[in-house]
């Protein structure tokens, strides 16, 4: 009996607290966090459907641009929703699937993102150290190959974890001090010893993180030293100014990920609100950075979108012309002329 009873409370909702010490101002924090989905939709739909539609934009490096904003519009559809459901609507129960649903969304596409990141480093190395065999080592198909590479990894190191973690019995409180399924805050609710669990997440996480920023790392110092070769400053900053955008990400990536991430193990002296505020601006606000950095620092994204929007401008306004026309013919109708008439 009381075995049964575990399996039912285990499997009972979890409730979102929000932001702990802060439900007052939930509706006044939540507009922040709802312009910055508007706008990280509004971004990296428009750099994807620049990226699909121009075919100029058909090379490996804005293959790898396009990954990233679909990974961005997925890691803030899996969070943000709920997020401004329990700001807006005081809507926190989430269910006990739901919960790891979302949590799985979150760290697998952290891991595909690393790897994506990975990519694109290698891209820029072979398009600046080895630029004559750019096209015949990066084909669009080994682009897309590293890519379904960069989900399956990610999927493949995060399922076992999930497992361990849904495998755990929750009969204690259901009440999540976070406004997502932060994994953490999560875990401190299991009743029974997360060692194995927590095991294995530092081990992947050292094993994703540390094994790509050394390679990342190991690329942009290959990269330098080839620039640094070049007879003139002006193809040297020309060459460094198109590693700025891919520089600009990493370091929004791994420095917010590693600061959420200590924050969260390392609690000791710092306001819950404030763990848990940083944790939730990680996940929105790179988001709705990332195509804005695109857009600022590669002229050609910059063209593509420019194009995009008067192709959208050009098709909007013969539709407005001709509802214009028609609206006007339903207000003054022509009078109909008898042929008969007419003749006489």
């Given at each position: 009996m009381s075995t049964t009873n575990q399996s039912n409370t285990n499997r009972s909702p979890f409730l979102l607290m929000g932001i702990p010490d802060l439900e007052a101002l939930h509706m006044w924090i939540s507009i922040p966090f709802c312009l910055t989905y508007i706008m990280s939709l509004l971004g990296n739909g428009m750099v994807?459907?620049?990226?699909?539609?121009?075919?100029t934009l058909h090379e490996p490096m804005y293959y790898f641009i396009s990954m990233l904003a679909v990974i961005d519009l997925i890691f803030s559809t899996a969070v943000v929703p709920k997020m401004l459901a329990v700001l807006w609507l005081d809507s926190r129960e989430i269910g006990f699937e739901a919960c790891f649903i979302q949590m799985f969304f979150i760290h697998t596409f952290t891991a595909v993102e690393s790897g994506v990141l990975l990519a694109m480093s290698f891209d820029r190395y072979i398009a600046i150290c080895n630029p004559l065999r750019y096209r015949t080592i990066l084909?669009?198909?080994?682009t897309i190959q590293i890519g379904l590479l960069s989900l399956a990894r990610g999927t493949g190191v995060m399922t076992p974890l999930m497992c361990l973690l849904t495998s755990l019995p929750y009969c204690g409180t259901r009440v999540i001090p976070h406004s997502y399924c932060e994994h953490m805050a999560v875990v401190a609710l299991a009743?029974?010893?997360?060692?194995?669990?927590?095991?294995?997440?530092?081990?992947?996480a050292t094993l994703l993180v540390g094994t790509d920023s050394v390679f990342i790392a190991f690329s942009y110092t290959m990269i330098l030293r080839s620039v640094m070769r070049l007879p003139s400053q002006e193809a040297r900053l020309k060459a460094l100014s198109t590693c700025g955008s891919h520089v600009s990400i990493i370091l929004l990536f791994y420095i917010g990920g590693l600061l959420s991430m200590y924050l969260q193990m390392f609690s000791v002296g710092s306001a819950p609100h404030v763990q848990v505020l940083v944790a939730d601006f990680y996940l929105t606000v790179p988001p709705m950075l990332n195509p804005l950095i695109y857009g600022l620092k590669m002229k050609q994204i910059q063209e593509g979108m420019l194009k995009l929007l008067r192709q959208l401008v050009r098709l909007s306004v013969p539709q407005a012309d001709k509802d214009r026309s028609d609206a006007e013919k339903r207000r003054h109708p022509q009078k109909r002329i008898d042929p008969i008439v007419e003749q006489v």
């Open positions: 994807l459907l620049t990226v699909v539609l121009d075919k084909t669009t198909s080994r009743c029974a010893d997360p060692a194995v669990s927590d095991l294995y997440s530092i081990i992947v």
